[in-house]
C-alpha cells in the first residue's frame, strides 16, 4: 500500500504561481510513474503533467511552457511548479502513482488539493 500526502494548494491571482508536492510513503518499491491530474467542476479528471518510468515526461498541451513536473526519489516526492496561472487552471489537483510489481499494477490517488485561481 502507498500513501500519498498532497501540499501546495491554495488561491493565486491570474498569473500568479503555486507548488504543489505530493510525498509518497508505505510500500513504495516499483513505483513506475508520478505525476498530477486534476478535475474542475462539471470536467472529467485529465492528466496535467507525469513523470514515466525512464524519465519520460508528458503535459497536457493546455499547461506546456507554464508548469514543471519534478521529483526528488530521495524523499520520494513528485512536485508541480505552476507558473503564469489562468482561471481556467482552476481545478482539484490529485496525485498520481502507478506501481507495478510481478506483472500486476496498482493506481494511487492523493485525497486532492483545491486549486483557485481569481482575480
Known amino acids: 500500500q502507498v500513501e500519498l500526502v498532497e501540499s501546495g494548494g491554495g488561491l493565486v491571482q491570474p498569473g500568479g504561481s503555486l507548488r504543489l508536492s505530493c510525498a509518497a510513503s508505505?510500500?513504495?518499491?516499483?513505483?513506475?510513474?508520478m505525476g498530477w491530474y486534476r478535475q474542475a467542476p462539471g470536467n472529467e479528471r485529465e492528466l496535467v503533467a507525469i513523470?514515466?518510468?525512464?524519465?519520460?515526461?508528458n503535459y497536457a498541451d493546455s499547461v506546456k511552457g507554464r508548469f514543471t513536473i519534478s521529483r526528488d526519489n530521495a524523499k520520494n516526492t513528485v512536485y508541480l511548479q505552476m507558473n503564469n496561472l489562468k482561471d481556467e487552471d482552476t481545478a482539484v489537483y490529485y496525485c498520481?502513482?502507478?506501481?507495478?510489481?510481478?506483472?500486476?499494477?496498482?493506481?494511487?490517488w492523493g485525497q486532492g488539493t483545491q486549486v483557485t485561481v481569481s482575480s
Open positions: 513523470i514515466r518510468s525512464g524519465d519520460l515526461i
Open positions: 508505505g510500500a513504495i518499491s516499483g513505483i513506475n510513474q
Open positions: 498520481y502513482v502507478l506501481q507495478v510489481a510481478l506483472s500486476r499494477r496498482w493506481d494511487y
